[in-house]
T-cell receptor, first 111, second 119 residues
Framework: SQQGEEDPQALSIQEGENATMNCSYK?????LQWYRQNSGRGLVHLIL?????REKHSGRLRVTLDTSKKSSSLLITASRAADTASYFC???????????FGKGTTLSVSS | GAVVSQHPSRVICKSGTSVKIECRSL??????MFWYRQFPKQSLMLMAT?????????EQGVEKDKFLINHASLTLSTLTVTSAHPEDSSFYIC???????????????FGPGTRLTVL
């Protein structure tokens, strides 16, 4: 079964607005990762946050992690049309051998 | 940065035929590679873990005789969809783990995917 569950499933915003996506997971994690996928393409690693971290920044991306609630959020600030893509959270499976992905959030940014 | 390629990027085949998809790590060695399947508007589902020099580990519900995986070298894993049927039509994505032991590293590198259409 999927490790992570994202919400919302779809998000439509205007350029310049912020986009927030949430992810919940089921088991204990060492880290949680966020990936981006443009339509019909492979995945691009965005950011990794470790279980002992609460917040991490990378450019316009801000990720938070709440291990007590088993949840994470990805914030994209000042969104651009080029941010239009699907975003997935992922963490290692229970065996610690493979990444398991959430259902993803499809973000549409209109200009 | 680390690059993973897949070939072909797109393939159309007739029902009943077999299709081989290659996944290569171009600038690093990968003791472990992973194969995922993604249906339209859905997430990636892990199919199997491919280990160099040993048998692949398949996820529950994935038929190992239908999805043959070979990881013959540290830079190449292949997925062969045997006797393909229309329901096998999907986007297949591989990822490679640079590897620092038996378990996955923190970051995997993904290929661009292969779109399989079975008529």
């Amino acid at each position: 079964s999927q490790q992570g569950e994202e919400d919302p499933q779809a998000l439509s915003i205007q350029e310049g607005e912020n986009a927030t996506m949430n992810c919940s997971y089921k088991t204990s994690i060492n880290n949680l990762q966020w990936y981006r996928q443009n339509s019909g393409r492979g995945l691009v690693h965005l950011i990794l946050i470790r279980s002992n971290e609460r917040e991490k920044h990378s450019g316009r991306l801000r990720v938070t992690l709440d291990t007590s609630k088993k949840s994470s959020s990805l914030l994209i600030t000042a969104s651009r049309a080029a941010d239009t893509a699907s975003y997935f959270c992922a963490s290692l499976n229970q065996a610690g051998t493979a990444l398991i992905f959430g259902k993803g959030t499809t973000l549409s940014v209109s200009s | 940065g680390a690059v993973v390629s897949q070939h072909p990027s797109r393939v159309i085949c007739k029902s009943g035929t077999s299709v081989k998809i290659e996944c290569r790590s171009l600038d690093f060695q990968a003791t472990t590679m992973f194969w995922y399947r993604q249906f339209p508007k859905q997430s990636l589902m892990l199919m199997a873990t491919s280990n160099e020099g040993s048998k692949a580990t398949y996820e529950q519900g994935v038929e190992k005789d239908k999805f043959l995986i070979n990881h013959a070298s540290l830079t190449l894993s292949t997925l062969t969809v045997t006797s393909a049927h229309p329901e096998d039509s999907s986007f297949y994505i591989c990822s490679a783990d640079p590897g620092r032991g038996a378990t996955s590293t923190d970051t995997q590198y993904f290929g661009p995917g292969t779109r399989l259409t079975v008529l």
